[in-house]
């Protein structure tokens, strides 16, 4: 059954380990990323963008398939579904669809109007028992069309947002989405070190957790992120496996070309991503 994040994250939050959201794209991801969470008794949470929730025939869809696989997998471990980067339709879409936690982004809004729809979102999520994250400073790079350069989130506003009862924030620290550039100035911990000064027990999120090195996500969970956000590392992996699998030709080889062979290289490779992410994050084994 899927679970709000509440929960998970306070706990990883006082426990100082980092629970990963991993972000689905079809059946192989879901399958992929359960499975791993279930192997390594770890909590997580599955992440869908409004892109990704399209592409998968709408957030009914979704639901159907995952709440499906928990049942089939015997998935024990808590899960919860996200969606990720809403917009505030998006968000009551998802909340009537059936998920167990939203984030709305009103991060490109004025302070006020972020506020504002914020507070909304929060009160229908308390209602229904969903978990709700809220974003302030826009995250860099490219999420679905939407592109930042990785600004700092001021920790006034993070503490006026923190302040509306939303379960976990968002905060940009100089992190940006997909691939990190070679100039790339790092993390800024002096932010997040301020932003966790005035929003005390709040989970924090770190997004864009690919290609973040290990000492500086371990930093980060020091100074209270509870969440880390993967998406372009699993991709990634997905990739060069099945690359490596029709470059040797095995596509070609007796029923090679089955989709259950075709993608299953690139299904254990995104297993394996998720298993490396979890032993760093330090969720192995918080499952109870």
Known sequence: MLVSAKEMLTKAKAGHYAVGQFNINNLEWTKAVLLTAQELNSPVILGVSEGAGKYMCGYKTVVGMVNGMLEELNITVPVALHLDHGSYEGAKKCIEAG???????????????????????????????????AE?????????????KGECADPNECKQIADLGVTML??????IHGKYPANWEGLSFETLDAVQQKTGDMPLVL????????????QAISLGV??????????????????????????????????????????????????????LFG??????
């Open 99 to 133: 998920f167990s936690s939203v984030m709305f982004d009103g991060s490109h809004y004025p302070i006020e109007e972020n506020i504002e729809k914020t507070k909304e979102l929060v009160s229908i999520c308390n209602e229904k028992g969903l978990s709700i994250e």
């Open 136 to 148: 302030v400073g826009s995250i860099g790079g490219e999420e679905d069309g939407v592109i930042g």
């Open 170 to 175: 968002a905060a940009g620290i100089g992190n």
């Open 207 to 218: 997004h864009g957790g690919t290609g973040i090195p290990e000492d500086m996500i371990k």
């Open 226 to 279: 509870a969440k880390i956000n993967v998406n372009t590392e699993c991709q990634l992996s997905f990739a060069a496996a099945t690359r490596k699998y029709v470059e040797a030709g095995k596509d070609l080889e007796g029923k090679g070309f089955d989709p259950r062979k075709l993608l299953a290289p690139g299904f254990e490779a995104i297993k394996a991503t998720v298993k490396e992410k979890m032993e």
């Open 283 to 288: 969720s192995v084994n918080k499952a109870n």
